[in-house]
């Protein structure tokens, strides 16, 4: 096909995606006409809404889907994290493009770290997933909830008297052009980071075969098996439900190698589990079932109230 159109949202973050995207597309198809397309989401309008209680939902994702089933426009550019790890019936990821700095970054006020933070210091994240491990890793920091782009949440940093900080997904403010207000880069391994995070996701329709031809030029397959590895991780373990689940997955010489994490909303709990193959559903289920064996149901119990299928 010799043109597409890209639904993204109007974020500085999600044009900046949807025009690596169209670069992608635009260098592996030479003379390929490609367009954006631009719309808000409920995520989008609604920041009141706190994220941890729309977790697995769509939040930022079904007006772009509708457009999709529409036929407005022929692929949809997100963040892979917030893209449900069950997509609506019809549609399907057509590519995973090569995946930025995975890793979680401190945005310090006055250019302090997390480590050098005062005691009783105010942090500002949307994630539970953030939250718990922050809260094991110093217990006497309080976690409060910031929505809103990244430009907004930085503009709440600045005006803010009680907050010291802000933690944000490092490979979005890179792509900002923001390095220079990071302050801290968390160890991957510490505080282990969201399945999908920092990956440029494609999603399409399954039954247009020339698009995801078109895709499967810009598709970085290292990333795809990581990537499919931790989201059916967290599929597995109940990714709907208000339970800090995370993972992380390197692939190397075409093997994988999963850290995943199910940690108790108040991070006192944690169960930690490490697992490797080189089929990405097969790891990914392998180590959701040992972090059930390994007490992980117990946490899932208590935080979404109703014991898993696993």
């Known amino acids: 096909m010799r043109s597409f159109r890209i639904g993204t949202r109007k974020s500085d973050l999600a044009l900046w995606q949807a025009r690596f995207v169209q670069r992608l597309l635009e260098e592996a198809h030479p003379g390929m006409e490609v367009e954006l397309v631009t719309m808000d989401t409920e995520g989008d309008k609604r920041l009141e809404v706190p994220l941890s209680s729309v977790a697995g939902k769509g939040f930022f994702t079904a007006e772009i889907e509708e457009r999709l089933y529409g036929g407005e426009i022929d692929i949809a550019v997100h963040s892979l994290k917030d893209l449900p790890t069950v997509l609506p019936e019809g549609l399907g990821i057509g590519a995973y493009c090569e995946r930025g700095d995975a890793r979680d970054a401190f945005l310090g006020k006055d250019g302090r770290t997390f480590d050098e933070l005062p005691a009783q210091a105010r942090v500002g994240t949307s994630s539970l997933r953030r939250t718990a491990q922050l809260r094991r890793l110093r217990p006497d920091v ?169």
């Open 142 to 310: 309080e976690c409060v909830e910031i929505r809103g782009n990244l430009g907004t949440r930085w503009r709440k940093l600045q005006e803010a008297d009680d907050m010291d900080g802000i933690v944000l997904a490092a490979a979005g403010v890179v792509r900002l052009g923001w390095q220079e207000r990071i302050t801290q880069f968390f160890d991957p391994l510490t505080v282990l980071s969201a399945p999908g995070q920092g990956v440029v996701a494609v999603e399409s329709l399954t039954e247009r075969a020339d698009v995801r031809e078109a895709l499967a030029a810009v598709n970085h397959r290292p990333t795809e098996l990581a990537a499919r590895a931790e989201r059916c991780f967290l599929a597995l373990l109940g990714g709907g439900c208000q339970t800090p689940i995370a993972s992380f997955a390197t692939v190397e010489d075409g093997a994988i190698r999963l850290a995943g994490s199910v940690i108790s909303l108040d991070g006192t709990e944690l169960v930690h589990v490490t697992e490797t193959g080189d089929d990405p559903g097969q790891v990914g289920e392998r180590a959701a079932r040992r972090a059930l064996d390994a007490g992980a149901d117990a946490i899932l119990r208590a935080t979404c109230g109703a014991p898993t299928d696993h």
